[in-house]
């Protein structure tokens, strides 16, 4: 397939000129300089003619026709505004992160023992905290494989998976749009959902990578538009690069069928398109992580070298360490390693390495047969309250008085619900009911609760009769 990466397409990149040690540091220091030297442009210091007053004014300076003020994140500027608010009956529906029936953050009682384990007995019986290597901990991505590919796959005993260590699901979705632009060209389209998690536009924008969209959400079905979505994906230049959601699509909630996952598996690969999977949600989608990586099993079954962006924030409860994993399936062990030394290459001057203490949480996790046990509890645990806002939301909207279908508000999995309403409507909830969600009436289900889902419910039933 044009998917697979060739030694001419992906060449074995050479060895860190300080990690690696098969050169001679001399020499390798002067090949960076002379690279780095030919690669970066000059920077040039200009100065603009003196004012009346005498004083200069030099270009290096950000003035606002240069630097314009930015616009604020929406999510981030939805929490300052409820952070504002004062009225004690305020929902925040917009926060991207687990709440218990609280509405508290919860921290996994499996990850607090793991850390208790680490503090006490270290990591591999060593108390340190140095650098992991540019790829990170070895014990995690191969835990990591495993989680996402299962302990049995083929391509894990064969070794035909490149993999790293990430600074989560951005860290390894803009590694993967770096390596396309590297390896595919600078200007390539990556073909995303309609919609799709805001942030997955810059992330691609930002590599130099050119922005597609191909059918995903239904708006008359509030569900998927398969038959579009297979229309556009055969209508793609052969070899298009194509990105999708693992499970639990951020913001829809609507995720395609095993038949249809394995329909489109073999249209991908008659097209012999590249396949890029964001897996965010792994295990809190249905609270059954096997379940839930069907997708992704689907396709390396088929045969596609798919690369995957994993992320332990929302499962693990470690949004704020920064965790993922980033792999790409090749065709052989050779290939592997090539694709892994440009990785590395990519990595070394973008962050270097990466964290540590969020990956030997997962890993230590993963690798107890007790823990990992644990976990799974734990995260279906998480699952399942959700499921049960979803059910006791839709059932509540019933009994307001509601004629409207909310079927979907069921139907839907994961995090996030795409609830169907309106601008307007949002902005009525936010004004008259102060119920805070995203404009395009995305609920985080995670701040639905026994205690604010009949308010919900009614507020709901209030915008939209």
Same mark, same amino acid.
């Given at each position: 397939?044009?998917?697979?990466?060739?030694?001419?397409? *992906? =060449?074995?990149?050479?060895?860190?000129?300080?990690?690696?040690?098969?050169?001679?540091?001399?020499?390798?220091?002067? /090949?960076?300089?002379?690279?780095?030297?030919?690669?970066?442009?000059?920077?040039?210091?200009?100065?603009?003619?003196?004012?009346?007053?005498?004083?200069?004014?030099?270009?290096?300076?950000?003035?606002?026709?240069?630097?314009?003020?930015? =616009?604020?994140?929406?999510?981030?500027?939805?929490?300052?505004?409820?952070?504002?608010?004062?009225?004690?009956?305020?929902? +925040?529906?917009?926060?991207?992160?687990?709440?218990?029936?609280?509405?508290?953050?919860?921290?996994?009682?499996?990850?607090?023992?793991?850390?208790?384990?680490?503090?006490?007995?270290?990591? +591999?019986? *060593?108390?340190?905290?140095?650098?992991?290597?540019?790829?990170?901990?070895?014990?995690?991505?191969?835990?990591?494989?495993?989680?996402?590919?299962?302990?049995?796959?083929?391509?894990?005993?064969?070794?035909?998976?490149?993999?790293?260590?990430?600074?989560?699901?951005?860290?390894?979705?803009?590694?993967?749009?770096?390596?396309?632009?590297?390896?595919?060209?600078?200007?390539?389209?990556?073909?995303?959902?309609? =919609?799709?998690?805001?942030?997955?536009? =810059?992330?691609?924008?930002?590599?130099?990578?050119?922005?597609?969209?191909?059918?995903?959400?239904?708006?008359?079905?509030?569900?998927?538009?398969?038959?579009?979505?297979?229309?556009?994906?055969? +209508?793609?230049?052969?070899?298009? *690069?194509?990105?999708?959601?693992?499970?639990?699509?951020?913001?829809?909630?609507?995720?395609?069928?095993?038949?249809?996952?394995?329909?489109?598996?073999?249209?991908?690969?008659?097209?012999?398109?590249?396949?890029?999977?964001? /897996?965010?949600?792994?295990?809190?989608?249905?609270?059954?992580?096997?379940?839930?990586?069907?997708?992704?099993?689907?396709?390396?079954?088929?045969?596609?070298?798919?690369?995957?962006?994993?992320?332990?924030?929302?499962?693990?409860?470690?949004?704020?360490?920064?965790?993922?994993?980033?792999?790409?399936?090749?065709? /052989?062990?050779?290939?592997?390693?090539?694709?892994?030394?440009?990785?590395?290459?990519?990595?070394?001057?973008?962050?270097?390495?990466?964290?540590?203490?969020?990956?030997?949480?997962?890993?230590?996790?993963?690798?107890?047969?007790?823990?990992?046990?644990?976990?799974?509890?734990?995260?279906?645990?998480?699952?399942?309250?959700?499921?049960?806002?979803?059910?006791?939301?839709?059932?509540?909207?019933?009994?307001?008085?509601?004629?409207?279908?909310?079927?979907?508000?069921? /139907?839907?999995?994961?995090?996030?619900?795409?609830?169907?309403?309106?601008?307007?409507?949002?902005?009525?909830?936010?004004?008259?009911?102060?119920?805070?969600?995203?404009?395009?009436?995305?609920?985080?289900?995670?701040?639905?609760?026994?205690?604010?889902?009949?308010?919900?419910?009614?507020?709901?039933?209030?915008?939209?009769?």
């Amino acid at each position: 397939y044009a998917g697979r990466w060739t030694a001419e397409k *992906v =060449p074995m990149g050479p060895p860190d000129p300080i990690l690696g040690l098969n050169r001679r540091n001399k020499e390798m220091r002067s /090949s960076a300089i002379r690279s780095a030297t030919a690669l970066a442009p000059r920077a040039a210091f200009v100065a603009t003619k003196p004012s009346s007053a005498g004083t200069r004014r030099y270009a290096g300076r950000w003035t606002a026709e240069k630097v314009p003020m930015g =616009p604020p994140d929406p999510i981030l500027g939805l929490n300052d505004a409820f952070n504002k608010d004062t009225d004690s009956r305020k929902v +925040n529906l917009g926060v991207g992160a687990y709440r218990d029936d609280n509405g508290k953050p919860w921290m996994l009682p499996s990850v607090i023992e793991a850390e208790k384990r680490l503090l006490e007995k270290g990591w +591999n019986g *060593v108390k340190q905290k140095e650098y992991a290597g540019i790829t990170g901990i070895n014990e995690f991505n191969t835990a990591s494989l495993k989680f996402a590919f299962g302990a049995d796959s083929p391509a894990i005993k064969e070794n035909r998976i490149a993999a790293a260590q990430v600074l989560s699901g951005t860290g390894g979705g803009r590694l993967a749009f770096e390596f396309y632009a590297r390896f595919l060209g600078k200007g390539t389209t990556v073909y995303m959902p309609d =919609p799709t998690w805001a942030n997955h536009l =810059p992330m691609a924008k930002d590599a130099g990578l050119n922005l597609g969209t191909y059918r995903y959400y239904d708006k008359k079905t509030i569900g998927l538009d398969f038959a579009g979505m297979c229309e556009d994906i055969k +209508n793609a230049k052969e070899g298009s *690069v194509f990105m999708l959601h693992a499970c639990a699509h951020n913001p829809t909630g609507v995720d395609p069928t095993i038949e249809q996952w394995k329909e489109l598996s073999a249209l991908f690969k008659k097209k012999n398109h590249y396949v890029f999977f964001d /897996s965010a949600y792994q295990g809190f989608a249905s609270g059954d992580a096997e379940k839930d990586a069907e997708s992704m099993r689907i396709f390396v079954r088929d045969g596609h070298d798919i690369a995957v962006a994993q992320s332990y924030a929302k499962n693990f409860g470690l949004y704020g360490e920064r965790i993922g994993c980033f792999s790409m399936v090749a065709q /052989s062990s050779e290939e592997a390693e090539r694709v892994l030394s440009q990785i590395k290459i990519l990595i070394r001057p973008m962050y270097s390495n990466p964290p540590i203490h969020g990956a030997r949480i997962v890993a230590t996790i993963l690798n107890d047969p007790v823990l990992n046990k644990q976990w799974y509890q734990e995260c279906k645990s998480m699952a399942d309250r959700i499921i049960t806002m979803r059910k006791t939301l839709k059932d509540t909207l019933a009994k307001e008085g509601s004629t409207r279908n909310w079927e979907h508000v069921t /139907s839907q999995i994961g995090m996030f619900c795409f609830s169907g309403l309106t601008p307007e409507q949002v902005d009525k909830l936010r004004s008259e009911y102060h119920i805070y969600m995203t404009k395009n009436g995305r609920i985080s289900m995670a701040g639905v609760t026994s205690k604010n889902v009949g308010y919900l419910a009614k507020a709901m039933y209030e915008v939209s009769k």
